[in-house]
Structure formats: structure tokens, C-alpha cells
T-cell receptor, first 118, second 111 residues
Framework: EAQVTQNPRYLITVTGKKLTVTCSQN?????MSWYRQDPGLGLRQIYY???????DKGDVPEGYKVSRKEKRNFPLILESPSPNQTSLYFC?????????????????FGPGTRLTVT | SQKIEQNSEALNIQEGKTATLTCNYT??????LQWYRQDPGRGPVFLLL?????KEKRKERLKVTFDTTLKQSLFHITASQPADSATYLC??????????FGSGTKLNVKP
């Protein structure tokens, strides 16, 4: 079954304690991305990656790190979490829609990780 | 950065009617635009994509339009059903791979 998995699904942690949220996809997608979703603000892109070892900042990258060492995995790292990073996080993957399309195909989203930083 | 506006108020309609959701944007025109459905506690699910040189796309009961002059996309669900009740998100793609999402419009379809 084609899917994007995230772990953990729920996490409560304390300020300053480093954490990693893992994301893995089994569709051989080149593109992967992280979003956070907050009430009234919608989904905001944190980082994205077009392929292994290629990552770029999204709209809200501050306080986050990512790495793309393997095509299937795209972990999100919070080196020193703060309460304002309490949010619902989604990972997504996709592929280019073909040479002439000028777009990515649909994004497949994971089930989400609810993070609380106290 | 790009600003995306979707009606924050819920849209309540009767089963069988056509639901029309609006997505307005400011600043630059996106390369393409996507619409997603999100159910409570779940990740968004892709519905339709429309490119800047396309005026309209259809898929079964769904239709999306894209007006770059008005800086607006409309999403239509015809013959709506209670199962269509969800939050609908629009996402604008800057260049090829950087996305800006609206906060979504909640649709309630009453039997």
C-alpha cells in the first residue's frame, strides 16, 4: 500500500530537549516536505527536498532542521524545542508530473504528528 | 510572502445542491494550484490540480476554475452529499515546489 508514515504520532516534551520526527514514504518519490498546521493559520511549509541531499527552506524554517540522506526518509529535527513549536506536523511526498507539466503531482500526506512542548 | 484567503466561515448547504468554495490570493501568480480535502484528525487528501494556463478542470462531481486576473480559484462540488462534509484546502505553488496553503473552508452538507 502506498503510504507516508510518521513517528511518533503524539509527543509531549519539554523545552530544550532535542527531538526527531521521522517520515518515510514507500512510493519512490523524489519530493518530500514538512508542514505545520495551526488553527487559523492553515498549513505552513517548513522545509522541502527535491531529492537526496537537496533541501530548501519553506515559509517557516526557523527552529527546525532536516536531512535527506536516503530517498525514502526525511526526518524533521528540533534541536531545542520551544512552546511556540507546539503544533500538528505533516510530512508529504510527491513526484514531478513529467517534463512538460511544470508541476509536481499530488502530494501524499502522512497521518500527522501532534507535538506539545511544555 | 504569499497570502491565501479562504472563507473561514463554514459553508452549510443542503444535500443535492452545488457547493462553491473560494480561494483568493495576493502578490504573485502561482505556477499551479491544488485543492485538498481534510477530515478531522487526518492528513489532507489531494483532489484536483490546475495550472496557470488552464481555466477549468473537472473530475467526476468536482470542478475547479482558475482566474489569474481576479487572482481567484473556485472549487465546485455538484450534487453534494453528506459524505462531502469536510474541510477543503487550496494550495498555491510558487515556482515548482514551494507551497502556500489557505486555512481551509469547512463544508457541511445536510441531508
Amino acid at each position: 500500500e502506498a503510504q507516508v508514515t510518521q513517528n511518533p504520532r503524539y509527543l509531549i516534551t519539554v523545552t530544550g530537549k532535542k527531538l526527531t520526527v521521522t517520515c518515510s514514504q514507500n512510493m519512490n518519490h523524489e519530493y518530500m516536505s514538512w508542514y505545520r498546521q495551526d488553527p487559523g493559520l492553515g498549513l505552513r511549509q517548513i522545509y522541502y527536498s527535491m531529492n537526496v541531499e537537496v533541501t530548501d527552506k519553506g515559509d517557516v524554517p526557523e527552529g527546525y532542521k532536516v536531512s535527506r540522506k536516503e530517498k525514502r526518509n526525511f526526518p524533521l529535527i528540533l534541536e531545542s524545542p520551544s512552546p511556540n513549536q507546539t503544533s500538528l506536523y505533516f510530512c508529504a511526498s510527491s513526484s514531478p508530473g513529467g517534463a512538460a507539466s511544470g508541476s509536481l503531482d499530488e502530494q501524499y500526506f502522512g497521518p500527522g504528528t501532534r507535538l506539545t512542548v511544555t | 510572502s504569499q497570502k491565501i484567503e479562504q472563507n473561514s466561515e463554514a459553508l452549510n448547504i443542503q444535500e443535492g445542491k452545488t457547493a462553491t468554495l473560494t480561494c483568493n490570493y495576493t502578490n504573485y501568480s502561482p505556477a499551479y494550484l491544488q485543492w485538498y480535502r481534510q477530515d478531522p484528525g487526518r492528513g489532507p487528501v489531494f483532489l484536483l490540480l490546475i495550472r496557470e494556463n488552464e481555466k477549468e478542470k473537472r473530475k467526476e462531481r468536482l470542478k475547479v476554475t482558475f482566474d489569474t486576473t481576479l487572482k481567484q480559484s473556485l472549487f465546485h462540488i455538484t450534487a453534494s452529499q453528506p459524505a462531502d462534509s469536510a474541510t477543503y484546502l487550496c494550495a498555491l505553488a510558487r515556482n515548482f515546489n514551494k507551497f502556500y496553503f489557505g486555512s481551509g473552508t469547512k463544508l457541511n452538507v445536510k441531508p
